[in-house]
């Protein structure tokens, strides 16, 4: 069974460019997070997806973030536009709907963002 | 404020030796507890869940809970070498509702010496 994979592994922008970051959570999940980390800090939710409706997207940290989950498949992340502070590894996590199995979260590999 | 505290270390234990890490949580009515283990530069990947008070045992590893007391900890037993990583404590807390999402700790760095 395949994980939770994400695309790009690594993107460096420019300040004020715009990036996109994809994720696709394991075949059958309905729950879907995105989390970040920025250097020195700690994992920190930014929102979570059941299927295709955001159930809670208090950690977005503003309006420079937009995030979607197509068909309740994939999901995307843009910044736009990047400032500095956005810098950090991006991470996406799956799971099953509660009653279905447990909360456990599984994690993608991650995507690197540099900005400059 | 939700909360999840770890002792950063760096923690060094022999081979062979018994690593323990711990936890603490600020939420008391909190009902699911993980241990993630995180290689430089790689992802979380779960290693233990845990769900009631106890011990839960998985070949090397036993994560154990006390929700009275707000902790859970992680025994590796046997430490390997390759064991060496951050350990993340991640807590979901009850105020986090349906969205059910991680609050990390910041993790100890665990060294096992050969």
């Known amino acids: 069974e395949a994980g939770v994979t994400q695309f790009p592994s690594h993107s460096v922008i420019e300040k004020g460019q715009t990036v996109t970051l994809r994720c696709d959570p394991i075949?059958?999940?309905?729950?879907l997070y995105w989390y970040r980390r920025v250097m020195g800090k700690e994992i920190k939710f930014l929102l979570h997806f059941v299927k295709e409706s955001k159930q809670d997207e208090s950690g977005m940290p503003n309006n420079r973030f937009l995030a979607e989950r197509t068909g309740g498949t994939y999901s995307t992340l843009k910044v736009q536009p990047a400032e500095l502070e956005d810098s950090g590894v991006y991470f996406c996590?799956?799971?099953?709907?509660?009653?279905?199995?447990?909360?456990?979260?599984?994690f993608g590999p991650g995507t690197r963002l540099t900005v400059t | 404020q939700k909360e999840v505290e770890q002792n950063s270390g760096p923690l060094s234990v022999p081979e062979g030796a018994i690593a323990s890490l711990n936890c603490t949580y600020s939420?008391?009515?909190?009902?699911?507890f993980f241990w993630y283990r995180q290689y430089s530069g790689k992802s979380p990947e779960l290693i233990m869940s845990?769900?009631?008070?106890g011990d839960k045992e998985d070949g090397r590893f036993t994560a154990q809970l006390n929700k009275a007391s707000q902790y859970v900890s992680l025994l590796i037993r046997d430490s390997q070498p390759s064991d060496s990583a951050t350990y993340l404590c991640a807590v979901i807390f009850l105020s986090s509702g349906s969205a059910r999402q991680l609050t990390f700790g910041s993790g100890t760095q665990l060294t096992v010496l050969p």
């Open positions: 845990i769900y009631s008070n």
């Open positions: 996590a799956s799971s099953l709907l509660p009653g279905q199995g447990s909360d456990e979260q599984y």
């Open positions: 075949s059958g999940h309905d729950n």
């Open positions: 939420d008391r009515g909190s009902q699911s």
